[in-house]
């Protein structure tokens, strides 16, 4: 079940990676609902995810193979059956992975917000992946992007705007307390928190 649309800004090398995908048995086709998360880190939101939607997919897509790694031994410390992670980096795997409309929620918490003009070519949240979010959602599924970085919300809302299928929403609402949600507020950052749903 491989997406077969390639995404613009990928290079061959990076389609050279391997993603590796856990569990092996697990189906994207047969869920209720998917929902997918964008570089969980440790796991706090995506586990609360599959609590909350049993009948659902839960999805985490990490980078990082340590990362990956302790998440799988806290899925099964947890016993959750209804979890899948790839490593993998996002803007490969979801043309690689997802496809056109079957996922009902993407979730992006305090993604690395790469604070150095010259390092912003870095961000995972481009237009280009925003339209490959928007590609891979069900017709009124949702884009959650949630920031402790001003510079990069306003340039994820005005690359959302641009995409004329995508309703922009600003929210008010609490973050959930993920790792780095408690480390910034402790620190006294503000979040932004914004909500894209797919229209067309
Ligand atoms: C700042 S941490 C936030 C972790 C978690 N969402 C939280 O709120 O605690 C960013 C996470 O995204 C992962 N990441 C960064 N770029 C990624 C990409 N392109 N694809 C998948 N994961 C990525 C990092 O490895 C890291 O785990």
């Known amino acids: 079940m491989i997406a077969t649309r390639t995404f613009t800004e990928l290079t061959t090398r990076d389609y050279l990676q391997t993603a590796f995908l856990y569990p092996a048995s697990i189906e994207f086709d047969g869920h209720e609902r998917t929902i997918v998360e964008v570089g969980p880190g440790r796991g706090d939101f995506l586990f609360n995810l599959a609590k909350l939607n049993p009948e659902a997919l839960i999805v985490g897509i990490e980078i990082k193979r340590k990362r990956v790694d302790k998440l799988i031994s806290r899925v099964e410390a947890r016993r959750l059956?209804?979890?899948?992670?790839?490593?993998?980096?996002?803007?490969?795997?979801l043309p690689r992975f997802l496809r056109d409309n079957s996922v009902d929620e993407i979730h992006i918490n305090f993604p690395d917000p790469w604070p150095k003009q010259r390092h912003s070519k870095n961000r995972t949240?481009?237009?280009?992946?925003?339209?490959?979010?928007?590609?891979?959602?069900?017709?009124?599924?949702t884009i959650h992007f949630i920031t402790d970085f001003y510079d990069y919300a306003k340039a994820v809302f005005k690359n959302a705007s641009s995409i004329p299928e995508l309703e922009t929403h600003k929210v008010e609402a609490d973050?959930?307390?993920?790792?780095?949600?408690l480390k910034w507020k402790r620190m006294g950052r503000a979040f932004t928190y914004y909500k894209f749903r797919r229209l067309a």
């Open 81 to 93: 059956n209804n979890v899948m992670i790839i490593q993998d980096d996002a803007k490969c795997a």
């Open 125 to 141: 949240v481009s237009t280009d992946f925003l339209n490959e979010c928007k590609r891979a959602l069900k017709i009124g599924g």
């Open 175 to 181: 973050v959930f307390p993920t790792y780095f949600a």
